[in-house]
């Protein structure tokens, strides 16, 4: 029994990138052609994650990076200003910064919020918290999930960059949802490489 259990513990479960690759020749290609891989690390801290994908709310993915810039600019190291307990952004500085009035409350109040979140992360139900924050809907929490927390069976259909990717890699009638079946365990995976196959800077 025991060496049984020693065998079963050596077997590794299938890299992302190589069960994508079986399935889907379509993304195959895609892999094999990005010379960056998906990282299952969290990138930064989740809070300033957040605020940076609430600022690419409805906006071009440079449009995008150009606030989140301004924001380090004008702010100061931001993931030290938000590691604070309670942290307050002036909502009029964040205007500045080139962020609606809907946006800057948001990202206000994720900061002021910032302790709660991060320890609501860590346990069930979390979304819940995020949803009741006004500005934060579907596409953002789900990009969240993907580009802040990593998780990797996450499909965010709705998303126009992800559209777009899969109209130029798999034809114009393709439909996401039908192709999304094949990459579970890994759709946000899936999703990174067809958004790092438009050749855009990722968001967070």
Not at 9 to 21: D, Y
Not at 63 to 90: K, S
Not at 165 to 194: F, H, M, T
Request: hydrophobic share 45%.
């Amino acid at each position: 029994m025991h060496r049984t259990t020693e065998k079963h513990s050596l077997v590794r479960a299938p890299i992302p990138e190589s069960s994508l690759a079986r399935r889907d020749p379509v993304l195959a290609k895609l892999i094999a052609k990005q010379p960056e891989q998906w990282s299952s690390c969290e990138p930064h801290d989740p809070i300033w994650g957040l605020i940076k994908l609430i600022a690419a709310q409805q906006v071009s993915t440079s449009m995008a990076l150009q606030v989140a810039e301004r924001l380090h600019t004008r702010l100061g190291p931001m993931p030290d200003r938000i590691l604070r307990a309670n942290a307050i952004f002036d909502i009029e500085e964040l205007r500045a910064c080139g962020l609606t009035a809907r946006r800057a409350a948001c990202c206000a109040e994720v900061a002021a919020r910032a302790v709660e979140i991060r320890n609501a992360i860590t346990e069930p139900g979390w979304p819940e918290l995020l949803r009741g924050i006004k500005g934060i809907g579907p596409w953002t929490l789900a990009m969240f999930q993907i580009a802040v927390l990593r998780h990797e069976d996450i499909l965010p259909e709705r998303d126009v960059g992800l559209i777009r990717a899969v109209r130029v890699a798999y034809g114009p009638d393709a439909q996401i949802e039908a192709l999304a079946e094949s990459w579970r365990p890994y759709r946000s995976v899936a999703c990174w490489y067809l958004w790092r196959s438009l050749g855009n800077a990722p968001l967070v």
